[in-house]
């Protein structure tokens, strides 16, 4: 791993947003921009040092805006597989993906990544 860039934190935002029943379903984008929002102020809690953030959105959630500390990027299709591309193409450098799918999940960690549950940055 390339101890010299930041940790890449990439965050599945309709797993993440989907873990909690508060209604989200009745507004998606804006359930997507309010996670991304709490990202931007808590960032990730228990990770030090200097950190990107990828709030990656799909379906209805598509279009969020970026904000100051975390890039939003919309998936043209399956969520998931965007997810697996942001990790392949960041090569040696530190990566964590946030998300509960299993499948995810194994298809990031073969490629390097870590992986951590949404109650990491959604308690």
Do not use: F
């Not at 073969?110 to 959604?122: D, I, K, Q, S």
């Amino acid at each position: 791993m390339n101890a010299v860039a930041p940790l890449l934190v990439v965050v599945d935002a309709a797993n993440v947003v989907g873990s909690v029943p508060d209604g989200w379903w009745r507004d998606r984008r804006g359930a997507a921009e309010r996670l991304r929002d709490k990202l931007a102020s808590d960032g990730v809690p228990g990770v030090s040092g200097p950190v990107e953030i990828v709030l990656v959105v799909e379906g209805a959630a598509r279009g969020v805006e970026p904000v100051p500390g975390v890039r939003v990027t919309s998936a043209p299709g399956s969520g998931d597989d965007h997810i697996v591309e942001t990790v392949a193409a960041a090569g040696d450098r530190p990566v964590l993906v946030v998300t509960a799918d299993r499948e995810l999940r194994r298809r990031v960690g073969a490629l390097g990544a870590e992986v951590a549950g949404p109650r990491t940055v959604r308690p």
